[in-house]
């Protein structure tokens, strides 16, 4: 038995939940900023077809104003549109970590809550997991 194709999905608007056709990338000055724009069909005006879409603002490429008040930590915060940013700033607070002096108190508090993480991070793999398997098997 052959598995069906699937259609690609594409990627979710952070800002309103619709499907994003296109992202658009605007420069102003040195700074880039992020539009997604959601394609909603045409209309005919006149003699004329006009493309009907939506665009919801992504924000810039790098938050400029705002890194700087984290340039002790070594955070840049990035706009949406960078897709591994979480992981970008998981880089930079380990780093942060290693030079800081911290207190014992605040040590614990920050192992326990990287405890929790590591644990719902491994339960939400286990579940993929469990999807993947499921796909392949054909049972999903």
């Not at 940013?85 to 942060?96: E, I, P, Q, S």
């Amino acid at each position: 038995m052959q598995a069906e194709a699937q259609a690609p999905t594409r990627p979710t608007c952070p800002r309103c939940g619709s499907p994003v056709s296109w992202v658009e990338k605007q420069r102003k000055g040195s700074r880039v900023y992020y539009v997604a724009v959601h394609y909603l069909g045409y209309s005919r005006e006149g003699g004329r077809v006009r493309k009907q879409v939506r665009k919801c603002y992504l924000g810039p490429e790098e938050y400029d104003y705002v890194t700087r008040l984290h340039q002790n930590l070594g955070i840049v915060l990035e706009g949406a549109v960078v897709d591994r940013r979480v992981v970008h700033y998981l880089d930079a607070f380990v780093r942060a970590l290693s030079k800081a002096e911290l207190d014992r108190p605040t040590l614990v508090e920050i192992v326990n809550k990287l405890e929790y993480l590591t644990s719902r991070l491994r339960e939400y793999v286990r579940k993929l997991e469990e999807l993947e398997e499921e796909e392949a098997t054909g049972g999903g």
